[in-house]
């Protein structure tokens, strides 16, 4: 265990700060051996995991960082049709996702390039370009640290959505390895935003898997901040889901507004909640259009900014504080509210 443990090479916002206690764990054993841990069991704590969709909101973290880095990658399973592969928490999501390529399975080529580790995925659904890790997951293991007990979560069990799963609601569990589903032979999703013109662009009529990942990789290379290079979340803020009124208002002033339909069949395996959820239209509006349209886009203040090519992204450009960032945000919200009368969210974990 350390003591004034400084964080800074573990958020990707890149902010000095600082835990009280910190322990990595690299084994089950180590994870058993915190939970016998009085020092831990008196102390308010927090799991962290990559560090690429958190904010701590201010410098010292007066209590215990635990930082879970099991490590390893094994195939459980392989049929004609699929492969199941267990990844341990502590492995590179972007490596594991390069791994799943070089072996020709399909699932997780439009997720290439996420920052963060293989255990924080479940948490937030990681999405991107059309596809979601839910798609891809057959379980989830976990174990909690208040009481040792260790639970296998199904994929309808990590009640899934957009950027949600149950698995927000438990502060005190650790995903220790996740099981994923791939293909052997898959159909590539190549509708999202601008995929089909990339290609094009590079004459690539009948596209691999491969073909798929580069291009997911250089877009993101030309919209998102370098993790490392300029301190980021990724998206600072959820896309904004209102009512189909509401939709209806702001497009008549704003015809060009771009959007999409709420899938809220595909997110839930539930019959019974995907009915109910079907019944009340929802429309998704690009929160980086709206901020991008209340002018933010480009915009820096001392150390923080918006980033000019992507208006979701909220950076730090180094010797910056949480608070500014803090600050930005709610300028930001409050700019967009009193523009469209729409609330947008952050996506970020504040702490
Ligand atoms: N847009 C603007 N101005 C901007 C940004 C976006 O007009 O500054 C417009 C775009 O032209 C487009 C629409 O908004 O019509 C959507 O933009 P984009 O395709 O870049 O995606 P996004 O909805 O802003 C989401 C995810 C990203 C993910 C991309 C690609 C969320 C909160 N964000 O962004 O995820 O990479 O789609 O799939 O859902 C992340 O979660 O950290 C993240 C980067």
């Given at each position: 265990m350390e003591k004034n443990f400084s964080l800074r090479e573990l958020n990707t916002f890149g902010f000095d700060i600082r835990a009280k206690y910190f322990q990595e764990l690299k084994s089950?054993?180590?994870?058993?051996?915190l939970i016998e841990n009085p020092e831990f069991?008196?102390?308010h704590h927090l799991i962290l995991s990559g560090g690429s969709n958190i904010l701590f909101s201010s410098e010292f973290f007066d209590g215990f960082v635990v930082y879970p880095n099991l490590r390893?990658?094994?195939?459980?399973?392989?049929?004609?049709?699929?492969v199941k592969i267990r990844c341990y928490c502590g492995?590179?999501?972007k490596d594991f996702v390069d791994y799943t390529i070089s072996k020709g399975l399909y699932g997780l080529e439009n997720l290439a390039d996420i920052p963060g580790k293989v255990g924080a995925a479940p948490v937030q659904n990681i999405g991107a370009y059309g596809a979601e890790v839910k798609d891809a997951i057959y379980q989830v293991h976990t174990i909690d640290l208040m009481t040792g007990n260790i639970r296998i979560f199904n994929n309808d069990e990590c009640?899934?959505?957009?950027?949600n799963s149950i698995f927000k609601k438990y502060k005190s569990i650790i995903i220790f390895a996740v099981d994923f589903i791939l293909k052997k032979r898959g159909n590539l999703k190549l509708d999202y935003g601008n995929i089909r013109n990339y290609l094009a662009n590079k004459n690539i009529t009948n596209p691999t898997l491969q073909d798929v990942a580069a291009t997911v990789k250089a877009i993101r290379a030309e919209k998102l901040p370098e993790v490392g290079v300029v301190g980021s979340v990724g998206s600072f803020f959820q896309n904004a889901i209102v009512s189909v009124d509401k939709y209806h208002e702001i497009k008549m002033?704003?015809?060009?507004?771009?959007s999409y339909p709420v899938d809220t069949a595909k997110t839930s395996f539930r019959p019974e909640r995907s009915a109910v959820e079907k019944s009340t239209a929802l429309i998704k509006i690009p929160s980086g259009w709206l901020?991008?349209?209340a002018g933010w886009k480009g915009y820096r203040e001392n150390h923080v900014g918006v980033w000019d090519k992507q208006a979701l992204v909220l950076v730090h450009y180094g010797g910056g504080k949480p608070q500014e960032?803090?600050?930005l945000m709610k300028k930001i919200q409050d700019s967009v509210y009193n523009k469209f009368g729409i609330e947008i969210k952050p996506e970020v974990n504040i702490i």
């Open positions: 089950m054993d180590d994870i058993h051996e069991r008196q102390t390893g990658i094994e195939t459980l399973e392989e049929t004609d049709e699929t492995e590179v999501w009640e899934f959505s957009y950027r002033l704003y015809p060009d507004m771009p901020i991008d349209r960032i803090l600050d």
